[in-house]
């Protein structure tokens, strides 16, 4: 047993972990943020990709203890206000699969762009895949801002979908790309001003 | 997953005496793309691993005096498919953003593909490709050896459980005019089926080499494709359809390796 320390969505946590704790585990089990979905375990599937130091992984083939004093981003990170750890199901929690803006006290406008993509364009059915979808799609649209529909094809992949055919998250990649554009844009111009 | 133990040290040194002290059992662990799902089939059981992530110097790539590129081994994939490489060396950087998957390129690394010497993996066949050579150290101190001395005939390296890879020396860009790394692969994320690789001598003459056929990347004498296809893999032991596919392979992989490093040394 070691202890360690990780950054999760900004929030410390130490805990003494087995040394063969993967860093999914640790995310899920101990920093208690189940969006980072446990899919193949043998890195294929892609569906626990979460950004450790602002690059991503695969959360299931590395250690937490590789990560010992790194800073992890998950899919709750994605959006501010989803940083509250689900500790337990509840029929609150359930009802989220329902209406999840409105379980998450959310809307449309604090949502990530890749997020609010994947709602408007209908990126997701079952959803299992879609945290690492969108982990891995923001590290690639943070570094490629002007994809091809073939770079975003390429990009992901390492992801498993087994619902949607990829169509409609190449189109919601697209959109969020366009909408990132726009944001950098309007930053850079509100920088100025 | 069996139990071991973990160790994250800071220098060489300490990372040498670390193996040293916990036995054969100990591995050393780069970014652990595939000695973890080794461990978690229960494929690798180490009694201890020692992260070399976290020793200083050999994440970063320099250019030596005599113009040789040299990586430090655990410089990871994207750092490399990233690096502004000069000349033929920009191939290497291409090469490493064009293999496994994007998060998987985040941690897998130069070194762990080589100590991994899986013959499917692409930068063992380059390295042999292009002639390259690695430093090792242990506690006898350290050693180079080339490439092509690394890879054993039956798969694996020649290392011992105390060595580590520390340095991956690539010749300078004036060594060739060229190089090429053709692969083929069923889906975008697999390992190769085929690979080789072309480099062009400054006088024009060609070095090449292929993998994923044998247990280890091989150099061939052979210039020309339907000779390099024998070579490796004569008809006689193209017998099963994989073999007599990877043996097609070759040929035509050869082929596109051969016209891309002549039109590249041309331009």
Redesign the interface.
């Known amino acids: 047993m070691q202890e360690i320390t990780l950054t999760v969505n900004g929030r410390a946590v130490t805990a003494t972990v087995d040394e063969r704790t993967l860093l999914l585990e640790y995310v899920r089990d101990v920093a208690g943020y189940t969006g980072t979905h446990n899919g193949c375990l043998e890195a294929r599937c892609g569906c626990c990709a979460v950004e450790v130091d602002g690059d991503v992984v695969k959360s299931c083939n590395v250690l937490a203890l590789q990560c010992d004093g790194a800073s992890v981003t998950t899919v709750e990170g994605l959006s501010p206000q989803r940083v509250k750890p689900v500790q337990h199901i509840t029929t609150q929690s359930l009802a989220g699969v329902y209406a999840p803006l409105d379980a998450l006290q959310a809307d449309a406008d604090t949502l990530h762009p890749l997020q609010q993509a994947f709602h408007r364009r209908h990126a997701l059915q079952c959803g299992f895949c879609t945290p690492g979808m969108l982990m891995v799609l923001k590290d690639f649209l943070e570094d490629n801002p002007e994809p091809t529909r073939d770079e975003v094809r390429g990009a992901i992949a390492g992801n498993l979908c087994r619902c949607t055919g990829y169509q409609h998250i190449v189109d919601a990649a697209m959109d969020a790309a366009e909408q990132m554009r726009q944001d950098t844009v309007r930053a850079a111009a509100a920088g100025d001003a | 997953?069996k139990?071991?133990?973990?160790l994250?040290p800071r220098g060489l040194d300490e990372a040498v005496a670390m193996l040293g002290e916990h036995g054969p059992d100990a591995r050393v662990?780069a970014g652990?793309?595939s000695l973890?799902?080794a461990m978690?089939e229960r494929l690798a059981r180490p009694s201890a691993?020692v992260?070399v992530?976290g020793v200083a110097g050999l994440r970063d790539w320099t250019y030596s005096e005599s113009g040789q590129l040299d990586i430090g081994a655990a410089t990871t994939y994207?750092e490399l498919a990233e690096a502004a490489l000069r000349g033929w060396h920009a191939e290497i950087a291409a090469v490493a953003g064009n293999l496994?998957?994007?998060?998987?390129r985040?941690?897998g690394t130069l070194g762990g593909a080589l100590c991994q010497a899986d013959p499917r993996f692409d930068m063992p066949a380059l390295a042999v490709g292009v002639g390259a050579e690695v430093d090792t150290v242990s506690a006898d101190g350290v050693r180079t050896r080339s490439a092509d001395e690394l890879f054993r005939p039956e798969g694996g390296t020649v290392l011992g459980p105390g060595e580590i890879l520390t340095r991956v020396r690539y010749p300078a860009a004036d060594a060739y005019r060229a190089v090429a790394f053709e692969k083929f692969r069923y889906?975008?994320?697999d390992a190769a089926l085929v690979s080789v690789v072309c480099a062009v001598r400054p006088d024009g003459s060609l070095r090449l080499a292929v993998g994923a056929v044998r247990p280890r990347p091989v150099l061939v004498s052979a210039t020309d494709p339907a000779g390099i296809a024998d070579e490796v893999l004569p008809a006689a032991e193209a017998t099963t359809r994989l073999r007599a596919y990877q043996r097609e392979l070759i040929a035509v992989l050869a082929r596109r390796a051969i016209d891309r490093v002549n039109d590249d040394a041309r331009s």
């Open positions: 997953m139990p071991f133990t973990f994250a662990i652990g793309q973890l799902l978690k691993l992260s992530a994207a496994a998957d994007r998060p998987v985040t941690m889906r975008q994320f």
